[in-house]
């Protein structure tokens, strides 16, 4: 986790992000500890975490995979954070407008998600 959070990064600025992160890494949960490395990022190095992100936006994408039970999975990669949360909160919106009937709240997201 840590290498895929200073790759592409200059050496010398990767370096001192790894031997900052290295002082209270082990006590961070993985998520947490991708935050920090994330704003580390930003913080030391800007540019070149925006040329990453501008890069990573370029290659978005929506791909289908199967599943082993004949179901199927749809997901977007890539995508700018802020319009996957609009997306979430649309959806999520458009779920509380359905009159109750035998769905769970999560197949009703999907079946909007879907639609």
């Known amino acids: 986790m840590i290498c895929h959070g200073v790759a592409g990064l200059n050496p010398e600025v990767a370096h001192r992000i790894v031997d ?5 890494a082990s006590q961070l949960t993985s998520g947490q500890l991708r935050t920090r490395i ?7 190095d800007p540019d070149t975490t ?21 179901t199927a999975n749809l997901c ?4 700018p954070a802020d319009q996957v ?3 979430r909160a ?14 769970t709240p999560n197949q009703r997201r999907a079946d909007v998600f879907l639609d």
């Open 20 to 24: 900052t992160v290295l002082e209270w």
């Open 38 to 44: 994330r704003r580390l990022r930003i913080a030391t």
């Open 50 to 70: 925006r040329q990453r992100y501008e890069h990573k936006i370029r290659e978005r994408t929506v791909a289908p995979f199967g599943n082993d039970d004949s």
């Open 76 to 79: 977007g990669y890539h995508l």
């Open 85 to 87: 949360t609009e997306g």
């Open 90 to 103: 649309h959806i999520e919106t458009l779920t509380r407008q359905l009159h109750p009937d035998e769905r």
